[in-house]
Every structure is written in C-alpha cells, then in structure tokens.
C-alpha cells in the first residue's frame, strides 16, 4: 500500500458494515504520508462507506499539526457520497498530530446513542474509528506508551475499537501493530513488508504507578479562610467533595489519572461522562463519583501543548476558573486537583505549575471557595515546582 496509488482491497474487510456501526474515518494528511498514502486512504475510504448499508453511519476527520472534523458522523443514506468527496479533497500539510487526530475521532464516534439505562454501554450499534497514517507523529503527544495507552483505555472505557492502516513510505509498522492490537481493532496495509524487517519490541510497560500510594504532605499554607497543600500521592484516592480530572473532549477514560477515575469509578461513571457528550476546552461539566471516594467529579479539558502560541495558558487558566465555579456551586468544602496537563499532554512544568497556583489563590481571594484546596502530585519535582509556586504568591 505504501507504493501503491490505489487500494488493493485486503483479505478481510476494512470495517465490519454488521449491526449498522459508527464510523469515523481519520486520516493523516501530513507530508510524510504524501499524496500517494492519501490517495489509498480515499479510495479504501469509498470501498469501506459502499460496503455499509444505509442506516450505519460515518464521519470523517483529518489531521496535521492539528486535527478537524472534515465531516460530522451523519448517516450513509445522506452523507455517505459527501464523506466519499470530502476524503478525496484532503491535501498534504506539514505536522502529524497523530493522538490529537484519534482523539478527535474518537470524540465524534461518541456522538451517538447514550447509554442505556442500567449504567452500561449498549453493544449495538458497534463503534469503530479507522486511522489511515505512518505513524510518525511529530506534535502533541508522540511517546509509544502514552498512544498505546490511550488508543487501550478508549477500548476499556468507550467501547470504541479503533484500527490502522498503515500508509506512506515509511510507516512504523511496529507502532501500528501495537496500536491496532490495543485498540481492539485490524491491522491493514496493501505493501508486503520488507523482509529484513527488525523484530517487534516488547510492549510497553503501561502499569507504572507510585510505589508507595499512601499521600505524603510536602507542605500546607492559608489563603484566607482556606488551607492549601501539596502532597505527592494518588489523587484518584482522595476522600473530599470535588476531585478534579484532566480529560480530553470527549470525556472518554484513556491513559494517566484520567484512565484511573474511569477503572475507580465503574461503568456508571463513564456511561455519565458519554450522556454529557462533548467538552470543550477550559470548561467544567460534573458527575457522581459513583466508587470513587470522591463525592463529585469534575472533568476539565485543555489541549495537547504545541509551544504556547496557540493560548494553551489561557486555555489552562480557564479551565482552573472552571473547575472553582463548579466547585462552588456543588458548596465543597474539600476539592483535590493534579497537575493539569503536565501529564499525557506535555504542558511545561513550571509554567502550568505557576498557572495554577496564581488562578486558585486569585479564585480563592475574590471569590472564595473550598475551604481546603489539596494539589495532589504524582512525583517529587512536581510537589517541589508548587511548593515554590505557592512561596512566590505568598510574596507578591
């Protein structure tokens, strides 16, 4: 497939058209992909919408430097052609923003029935997002591990089986394999690979968690009537009335402490978070903690660092502003938040730790809240970053 200018048609199919599924097509447009990689993604693309039948539904996204939403998921019947056209006028650009792209995806396969009424996911119709690319993400989130995470945890969590194809003239077809088989989903190219290929690699070790998860206080302050401390623990742990979770727009658990309120929490918690449909970023939507020891859960969402030119600060700060005012309105005396994305999405430490700190002291002081403000860190360097954040506010 990698040489070839058409789609060859594997043995098995691209998608399983049984049962009427949602399908989001995702295509990397990026240069190393080139014009033949898309051109065998728009015809398999066709091929895949002529073989479901009317009622099944598809959208397309594509992806860059930044991933777009080409076309919505809408039905075959009426959309169907327009997906088709809309694939074969993707062009080449420059950036692979390989996980903002599944992630959209993702997000737009979930725009569909809710759960059904016992807390559980309906099985019918099937899910299934088909990324077309060679892997070789260069913006946003580009470690191995953290991919195969996430694409493993929209499996777990969102019920969303999620293939590859690979495409372009050098795809990571180790990558890819892995990805396809955490996602649940198939592994597809047209091109035999070569044979002195290398051998896979182990898999990544995705269990890595704190050794010791009893919380441990680096250090306490007052703001006002409230406390404020920093701790190195778990915060999936916390017994207080508003955890706060990094998430992405979709709401679906992956990787990190998003993946871990989901697996806490149950599948009651997760059907919540598909009802709320999309978030966008810098805001705050609420569910039960449902098994968590945490009362409430508040989502927040920012977007994957790309440098800082794109507001992503803002968008942090925002999201912070967000997070309080949900918080209050629940009336919480206790709310515990990590180190928003400084995780999975790369955010400088010290720039999203200063950020932090300097909104929840401005929101604390102007307009009050939780009486006890817990920053609940994974590591000793980060707890160390807020400890000197909260030094600096107490002096300015």
């Not at 049984?18 to 014009?35: C, H, I, K, L, Y």
């Not at 033949?36 to 919408?49: C, E, H, K, N, Y």
């Not at 019920?159 to 990571?172: E, M």
């Not at 990805?179 to 690979?193: F, H, Q, S």
């Amino acid at each position: 497939m990698t040489r070839s200018a058409r789609w060859m048609g594997p043995a098995r199919p691209l998608v399983d058209p049984r049962g009427d599924p949602a399908v989001v097509f995702v295509v990397d447009r990026s240069t190393s992909v080139g014009e033949a990689g898309l051109r065998t993604a728009r015809a398999a693309i066709g091929d895949a919408v002529g073989a479901l039948g009317p009622d099944a539904r598809v959208g397309l996204v594509a992806f860059d430097a930044r991933a777009q939403v080409v076309r919505p998921l809408a039905s075959v019947r009426t959309e169907g052609g327009r997906v088709v056209k809309a694939a074969w006028a993707l062009r080449n650009e420059h950036g692979s923003a390989l996980h903002a792209g599944w992630v959209e995806g993702v997000t737009q396969a979930l725009a569909g029935p809710p759960a059904s009424g016992d807390g559980l996911f309906d099985p019918e119709p099937p899910v299934e997002v088909v990324v077309f690319t060679d892997g070789l993400a260069d913006v946003g989130v580009t470690g191995r591990a953290e991919l195969v995470a996430d694409v493993s945890g929209a499996r777990t969590a969102a019920g969303v089986a999620t293939s590859f194809v690979a495409v372009g003239l050098k795809p990571d077809r180790t990558l890819l394999r892995a990805l396809a088989e955490a996602g649940g989903g198939t592994y597809l190219e047209d091109a035999p690979e070569p044979a002195d290929r290398a051998p896979a690699g182990g898999r990544p070790n995705l269990g890595a968690a704190l050794d010791d998860p009893t919380p441990r206080l680096v250090a306490r302050s007052e703001a006002g009537p409230a406390r404020i401390e920093v701790v190195v623990g778990d915060v999936t742990e916390e017994a207080v009335d508003a955890l706060v979770n990094s998430t992405n727009r979709g709401l679906f658990g992956t990787g990190g402490v998003d993946g871990e309120v989901h697996r806490k929490g149950g599948p009651r918690l997760t059907a919540a978070c598909r009802r709320l449909g999309e978030l966008e970023y810098g805001r705050a939507v609420v569910t039960p903690g449902f098994r968590l020891r945490a009362q409430h859960v508040v989502h927040v969402s920012v977007p994957p660092w790309q440098g800082g030119g794109d507001g992503e600060l803002r968008v942090l700060e925002a999201a912070y502003r967000s997070a309080f005012d949900v918080a209050r309105r629940l009336r919480a005396e206790s709310i515990a938040l990590p180190a928003i994305g400084t995780g999975t999405y790369r955010y400088p430490v010290e720039d999203a730790t200063r950020v932090a700190m300097e909104t929840v002291l401005d929101e604390l002081e102007r307009l009050g809240g939780p009486e006890r403000v817990r920053f609940v860190l994974a590591d000793d360097a980060t707890a160390d970053a807020y400890r000197a954040a909260r030094a600096a506010g107490s002096r300015s």
